[in-house]
Structures are given as structure tokens and as C-alpha cells.
């Protein structure tokens, strides 16, 4: 495990609709890349994920107020409509706009504490991980109602500018085929 010096929240972050939920987090100390640790890959174009599947991975609840999980967990869950979505989520989440996307599965998904996590997507092109969003929140756990997740791409000019502003050196993964 590795401390965080500091959490660099998005400027246009509101506690209230947790739009813009979104944040960039300053390690304490370098990260050494091995087999099992390395760069994400940041999105370079918005893609049409809709039904495709998509995986989280995190240490939260397996169920509903129950305790973090002792091992990091994933699931694979499918991107579903923003539309279909917003029907769950009056006010919270705008058909029209790019910034989150709502992951599905039946009785399966993400929980209490997996909230900042991950969601990944493979790119069939180079068969590595982007990350397409992060979680952010849901009606409840593993529930027959999408979970709500930031989506990266409408965030990602501000990812670089954060990352760049922070430490010069640091560098995400860049799509090669």
C-alpha cells in the first residue's frame, strides 16, 4: 500500500448531485511498475460502450452495510443507456450530457467503499485496460437499478493538466496498436 500526500477534487465538484465527481490523487511516494503494476490507460476518443461489458474492481461491501472486503474484488458488469439510467436517477443524471456513465448487473456490482474505484475497459485493439470511468454511486448494492460511475473521457484534459501541475515525470499509458 502506498499513502496519499493529497486528493485534488475536481473544481465543479458538487457534494449534493455528485456531479464531477472525480478526482486525482498524489501518491506519497514513486509507484514501481511491474507485472502486476503499471500505468491506466486514459481514453483517447469517446466510444459507443452501450450493452458492452466493462469490469470493476475494488475493496468495498459484498453486501448491503456489511465490512470492506479483505481482497480486491472485480466483476465484470455491461454499460447500459444513459437514458435508460436517468429514469432511476431524476436529477442526478442527464441523458444529454457525457460526464458519467451506469454500469448493470443482475445481483452483482459495486458497493459501499468500491466509491473512486476503477472501471475498465478492454480495448480490443490493443488488449490492454482503459479506464473508462470511476465509481461513483448507486441506489444500493448488487440492486435491479444501474450503478452510476464518472465517465473519464469528458474529464481527461483535466486529468493531464492535474497530473502535469503535480509531478512533470508522471505519465499514463499511451494507446499503441
Not at 108 to 118: A, E, L, M, R
Not at 154 to 172: C, G, L, M, P, Q
Request: with cysteine; aromatic share 8%.
Amino acid at each position: 500500500m502506498v499513502d496519499v500526500r493529497r486528493i485534488i477534487e475536481h473544481q465543479n465538484f458538487n457534494r449534493v448531485t455528485l456531479v464531477n465527481d472525480i478526482a486525482v490523487l498524489v501518491l506519497a511516494e514513486k509507484v514501481t511498475f511491474n507485472q502486476f503494476i503499471g500505468p491506466i490507460c486514459l481514453p483517447t476518443e469517446k466510444k459507443d460502450l452501450d450493452h458492452k461489458y466493462v469490469r470493476i474492481i475494488g475493496w468495498g461491501s459484498m453486501n448491503q452495510d456489511g465490512d470492506n472486503s479483505p481482497v480486491l474484488k472485480k466483476v465484470d458488469l455491461r454499460v447500459v443507456p444513459l437514458k435508460t439510467c436517468s429514469y432511476n436517477y431524476a436529477g442526478q443524471v442527464d441523458p444529454a450530457a457525457d460526464n458519467q456513465i451506469c454500469t448493470f448487473g443482475r445481483r452483482k456490482g459495486s458497493c459501499q467503499g468500491d466509491s473512486g474505484g476503477p472501471v475498465l475497459w478492454l480495448d480490443p485493439e490493443t488488449n490492454r485496460y482503459t479506464l473508462l470511468g470511476t465509481v461513483s454511486f448507486g441506489k444500493s448494492c448488487a440492486s435491479t437499478i444501474p450503478t452510476v460511475n464518472t465517465h473519464v473521457i469528458s474529464y481527461v484534459d483535466w486529468i493531464k493538466r492535474t497530473i502535469e501541475a503535480t509531478d512533470r515525470e508522471a505519465n499514463t499509458c499511451a494507446k499503441t496498436t
